[in-house]
């Protein structure tokens, strides 16, 4: 894994702030580290973050839109079968 | 180590209170922003810090020493602003040897590749340049001369938006391979957050907060919909900051700390927009004058 | 941790006088061109006129006197000019204190002293020169003695100095407060009234008179730098508490 | 002139190759131009000039020496540099000699008497100077002239000549120690002539015009 100070250099930000993004991670257990050697990715680290995509950042996605299709009073199937045209249209790509 | 210690210190021009009673210090190697909108006292600190002026009451010290009248502060310092002053009859080229001669840890290298980079050439005399290349040949100064405390006081001004880019990652560049101290004025803060490891926020010559940039981020929030449900969610919690849109809408911005992850959720449900304040945004609610929004000024008429 | 650099007043002083050099190398532009000013200016000589015995005699004397008082006014000058905002923040760019900006001002001007003093009675032999070419080539010249230059260049330092010390000093008050640069010429040109009404040496001629009258060597040479050093520790003192506001 | 036209031309030279050179600022060639002016001119000076052997006189000095050596007749003391003119007049005995002048103010006329009546007046004309800054100018003198009509010896200061002279000057630097003043007073000066007479034991002399006569003992 890069260090916090190849991620500074790498996204122009302080190397402080990168530090706290990786310590960040090693909490949820995403990375872990080696005394003297570094940060390294964990072997579930595929499995936390795809969980936690699913759980989080989807969910909340999710919620938006039924909360915007409420407020254009878009029907359930309506909304459904929006989805589903979209799904069918990626899945043909 | 404390590399600036400031104990209430105040500056008065004249009858006038430039600073008042500040007290912070900062820690080595971090690169610290210091935000306050015109006339909050940022030059008036920098030119304390750097010995230029004497604190009119109060203890400031730097490498802990007195840093007024003082030639290891100032050996080890060096602010750079868009009023510094070089010699006319030195060109580009001789005010980099004067410089490298002054300062031991000059590295002429990045001095010569940044001077070059920006299409400054040696033989220019430095009271004919643009605005954009003053700043930026001063900048340059300022980052080749690796003092182990550098100032800048505005440093961008005039630069156009490729230059400021390209500083702030030279900066940090530079920062990376020689870790050192840095302290960033500016007004905008959006432009150099992601640069600071923490923010100092003045106001009227007092300071108002000191804190990681991370901290600052996470500070507050802001709150957006119909007037009647805002004002049933946001029931007896101190509002920081509040616009109205239209007549039955509003837009209020408060402390995280006021509202629990329940109560936020809540709201949402409700049909309230919540959304989290960044950094600069903060500090422009924090530092505003007590006298509304502009939007009063219209208002009245 | 970063090692902090370590310094020291002489280090410092050494460093500064050489950038000094190079930053205020155009006073020797205004140097050059005042002092060919009064070269020109003295072509016209000094003129005596006597007549008796059967003769009108009429002596043209050729010195640089004029080119010497031109450099003291030059030296005033730039003594002042050094002491103004743009010129005292060059130090404050780079590594400085204020005794030290003050200690390698002074070290400055008595270089600039002694090289304007060295011109100055070289100037001499230009004049005479051109007066040879191209005015009188009946022009009775004598060889002076080495000696007689050196002891000249050694006065001519001694007198510049004092009058770059006058002009720091002077300088100085200006830039504590803007008011002496009305009041220091007031009070000159008053005083010098004062001693032409009252037709007394007191004031400003009876200073000049304690210098020139002097012909003992060794008493001027004390007399010029105690009150070089007397007016300067005035002016150092002064800096020692002005703050930069740049 | 060819002299002049090397220098010049080597100036020229230098002038050309500081100001063509674009490493040099403006100032330094103004500064290596001028220097080198200044020390060019100081070796033509010093080839020119010629070795100082001036004395500088002490005018008051000298003037009463001189008028006491004359007055004590010990005139083989004066410097014969300074003696103008002698002449011999004839004279019959039981003469009266009147003496007169034309010069400006009173000529001092010295009378010596001879041990015997020889029937002859020897006159010596003496005179210091002029002397310009330290610098003998006799030679520019028009020469008195002494003339005897009758019973009348004149002493005659011929028209006034113009001499030009042109100097160069040490600096008041210089000349307030070597000389203890810094202004120079009155650099021209010149002792008015004396005449030095040697006359018979017995001739008779009256006083005329424009003198002043002094008998030695």
């Known amino acids: 894994m890069y260090s916090q100070y190849q991620l500074a250099d790498m996204y122009t930000i302080n190397p402080a702030t990168a530090a706290k993004g990786l310590n960040l991670l090693a909490d949820e257990g995403i990375l872990y580290k080696k005394r003297g050697l570094g940060m390294f990715v964990s072997s579930e680290a595929k499995e936390k973050i795809l969980f936690k995509r699913k759980n989080q950042t989807l969910k909340r996605l999710v919620e938006e839109v039924v909360l915007e299709a409420n407020r254009l009073q878009v029907s359930n199937e309506e909304l459904l079968s929006m989805i589903k045209a979209l799904q069918t249209k990626e899945g043909n790509q | 180590m404390k590399i600036i210690e400031c104990r209430d210190i105040s500056k008065m021009y004249f009858r006038q209170k430039a600073l008042e009673q500040l007290t ?233 700390e006021e509202a629990s992850v329940e109560e936020l959720q809540g709201a949402e449900r409700m049909g309230l927009k919540i959304r989290p304040v960044n950094a600069s945004d903060a500090c422009v609610y924090l530092t505003d004058k007590g006298k509304g929004v502009i939007d009063d000024v219209f208002n009245k008429n | 941790m970063m090692s902090l650099i370590k310094t020291d007043l002489v280090k410092v002083l050494k460093m500064q006088y050489l950038f000094k050099f190079k930053a205020n190398i155009d006073v020797f532009s205004s140097l050059i061109g005042i002092q060919l000013l009064a070269v020109l200016f003295s072509f016209g000589g000094f003129y005596h006129s006597t007549h008796g015995w059967g003769m009108v005699i009429n002596l043209q004397q050729y010195s640089a006197n004029i080119v010497i008082c031109f450099t003291f006014i030059w030296a005033l000058i730039t003594a002042i000019t050094i002491t103004t905002k743009p010129y005292r923040h060059y130090d404050f760019t780079f590594v400085t204190n204020r005794l030290s900006s003050s200690l390698s001002n002074i070290l400055f001007l008595l270089t600039v002293s002694v090289l304007g003093s060295i011109t100055a009675m070289l100037s001499s032999n230009l004049i005479k020169f051109i007066v040879y070419m191209f005015l009188d080539d009946s022009i009775v010249l004598f060889k002076q003695p080495f000696f007689d230059f050196f002891t000249g260049m050694i006065t001519t330092s001694l007198y510049t100095f004092l009058f770059c010390s006058i002009g720091y000093l002077v300088g100085a008050f200006i830039q504590y407060h803007k008011g002496f640069s009305v009041v220091i010429p007031v009070l000159f040109m008053g005083l010098l009234i004062f001693d032409g009404m009252t037709m007394n040496s007191t004031t400003i001629t009876g200073f000049t008179e304690f210098y020139i009258k002097e012909s003992n060597p060794f008493y001027f040479l004390l007399k010029t730098i105690l009150m070089s050093s007397l007016v300067l520790t005035a002016a150092i003192s002064i800096f020692n508490h002005l703050e930069v506001e740049r | 002139m060819n002299v002049v036209t090397i220098l010049i031309s080597i100036i020229a030279v230098v002038i050309a190759i500081f100001l063509l050179s674009k490493r040099f600022k403006m100032t330094y060639s103004l500064l290596i131009i001028y220097i080198g002016a200044l020390l060019i001119s100081s070796i033509f000076i010093w080839f020119i000039s010629i070795e100082d052997e001036r004395e500088r006189i002490k005018t008051d000095e000298m003037t009463n020496q001189f008028n006491e050596t004359l007055r004590q007749g010990e005139r083989e003391r004066i410097d014969p540099l300074y003696l103008m003119k002698e002449e011999t007049f004839q004279i019959d005995e039981d003469q009266e000699l009147t003496l007169t002048s034309n010069y400006e103010w009173e000529v001092r006329v010295y009378v010596d008497r001879k041990n015997i009546d020889d029937g002859k007046v020897e006159a010596s004309i003496y005179h210091i100077g002029p002397y310009v800054d330290g610098v003998y100018v006799t030679d520019s003198l028009a020469p008195y002239r002494l003339k005897k009509k009758e019973d009348t010896l004149g ?63």
């Not at chain 2, 802001?222 to 004002?231: H, M, P, W």
């Open chain 4, 155 to 217: 002493f005659y200061v011929p028209q006034d000549r113009t001499v030009k002279v042109t100097m160069g000057a040490p600096e008041f630097t210089v000349t307030q120690f070597k000389y203890g003043e810094v202004f120079s007073e009155d650099p021209i000066y010149a002792n008015d002539p004396a005449i030095y007479l040697q006359v018979p034991k017995s001739l008779k002399i009256k006083r005329g015009e424009g003198v002043f006569i002094d008998y030695v003992k």
């Open chain 2, 24 to 256: 912070f210090s900062i820690e080595e190697n971090k690169i610290t922003g210091l935000i306050g909108r015109n006339g909050a006292g940022k030059t008036t600190l920098l030119k304390l810090i750097s010995g230029f002026i004497k604190p009119t009451a109060g203890e400031i010290k730097v490498f802990s020493e007195q840093p007024f009248n003082n030639l290891f502060v100032s050996a080890n310092s060096i602010l750079v602003d868009d009023s510094m002053s070089f010699p006319a009859a030195l060109n580009l080229g001789d005010i980099m040897d004067a410089a490298a001669a002054f300062y031991s840890n000059w590295h002429q290298p990045l001095a010569e590749g940044l001077l070059d980079y920006f299409s400054l050439e040696k033989y220019k005399y430095h009271n004919r340049l643009s605005k954009g290349q003053t700043s930026t040949f001063n900048m340059i100064i300022g980052l080749a001369s690796r003092c182990p405390l550098t100032l800048f006081d505005e440093p961008t001004i005039g630069m156009d938006a490729a230059v400021r880019k390209d500083f702030y990652r030279a900066l940090l560049k530079d920062y990376l391979a020689f870790p050192r101290t840095i302290v960033l004025s500016s007004h905008h803060l959006e432009e150099i957050e992601h640069l600071l490891e923490d923010v100092l926020l003045i106001k009227n010559g007092q300071c108002l907060l000191h804190l990681p940039i991370y901290d600052v981020k996470e500070m507050m929030i802001s709150v957006e919909g119909k007037l009647a449900i805002a004002d049933q969610v946001l029931q007896e919690k101190e509002i920081i900051y509040e616009q109205s849109i239209g007549t039955n809408h509003v837009h209020r911005v408060l402390l995280r």
